[in-house]
Nanobody, 120 residues
């Protein structure tokens, strides 16, 4: 059974930091690209940061220089370190695991989300 369980969200003041974690199970973690998305109220879900199974990380322009994505394949966990948080970072953050099969079809798994609120 595939599971992605996010943790680490909460309420933080502007300028503060949070570290999100997403623990994965039920699939070959190292073979999947891992991505953090977020969705703010009334807005579409957007990509925040991605780390492929091999290769370079990718970030949304809005978080470059403030957020860092990393993965620990030994622990089947992906992290999102968020520094210098702003009120506009307030959203539900979702973890995604994805890969494209040789036949072209995609496997995509999602976590349940964790709320991040940046407010004074």
């Amino acid at each position: 059974q595939v599971q992605l369980v996010e943790s680490g969200g909460g309420l933080v003041q502007p300028g503060g930091s949070l570290r999100l974690a997403c623990a994965a199970s039920g699939f070959t973690f190292s073979s999947y690209a891992m991505t953090w998305y977020r969705q703010a109220p009334g807005k579409e879900r957007e990509l925040v940061a991605a780390v492929p199974s091999a290769g370079m990380t990718n970030y949304a322009d809005s978080v470059k220089g403030r957020f860092t994505i990393s993965r620990d394949n030994a622990k089947n966990t992906v992290y999102l370190q968020m520094n210098s948080l702003k009120p506009e970072d307030t959203a539900v953050y979702y973890c995604n695991a994805g890969r494209r099969r040789v036949n072209g079809l995609r496997d995509d798994y999602w976590g349940q989300g964790t709320q991040v609120t940046v407010s004074s």
